[in-house]
């Protein structure tokens, strides 16, 4: 069976993958070595950051862990552009099951992805503005999205991206942990 090698030397069998398999440090790892945007920005800009970002500016506290959360998948699979991935049905099904796995993992729930995805793309608008040297229009739908105003970017090195990623699941971990 066909398996990846993560940061911490587990393997991931992407079309089986198991709750023993995923590791905070390889999603910390993964997504804080992930460029936003294909790279393609006039900065490195990495998912964890963004995922980092996303959990600062989420208005309900009850779910900055989910939100934080949010992409950890692209930390094994990377993300790819909806068209693509509509013609790609294998690609999603391994997407969805490794959410899955994840969302076991961490105790996450599903019932706020609406809210998140709807800070997701405030924020896809916000650092739209923030990281691109010669901004063009994304089209209708993404043009009438309201940017945060006053969003600072740090622009983190992967290493610094990672410390950021970690010491903040940290903190909403033993948040949660002190809540039940």
């Not at 030397?9 to 070595?33: M, T």
Request: net charge neutral.
């Amino acid at each position: 069976m066909i398996f990846m090698q993560t940061y911490t030397g587990k393997k991931v069998y992407l079309q089986n993958p198991s709750v023993d398999d995923i590791d905070i440090e390889d999603i910390a790892h993964g997504l804080a070595h992930t460029c936003r945007f294909a790279g393609q920005c006039s900065e490195y800009y990495s998912v964890a950051e963004h995922s980092v970002n996303v959990a600062v500016a989420i208005q309900n506290r009850d779910i900055e862990f989910e939100a934080l959360m949010h992409d950890a998948t692209e930390a094994y699979i990377h993300d790819i552009t909806s068209p693509l991935k509509s013609i790609l049905p294998e690609y999603k099904r391994i997407e969805i099951r490794l959410n899955e796995v994840i969302m076991q993992k961490f105790n996450l729930s599903s019932q706020y992805r609406e809210e998140i995805k709807d800070v997701d793309l405030r924020m896809l608008a916000t650092e739209r503005d923030a990281v691109f040297k010669n901004r063009v229009l994304w089209g209708k739908y993404m043009d009438k999205i309201k940017p945060y105003e006053n969003m600072s970017f740090k622009f983190y090195s992967p290493k610094k991206a990672k410390a950021k990623f970690l010491k903040v699941f940290y903190r909403l971990q033993e948040t949660r942990n002190n809540e039940t």
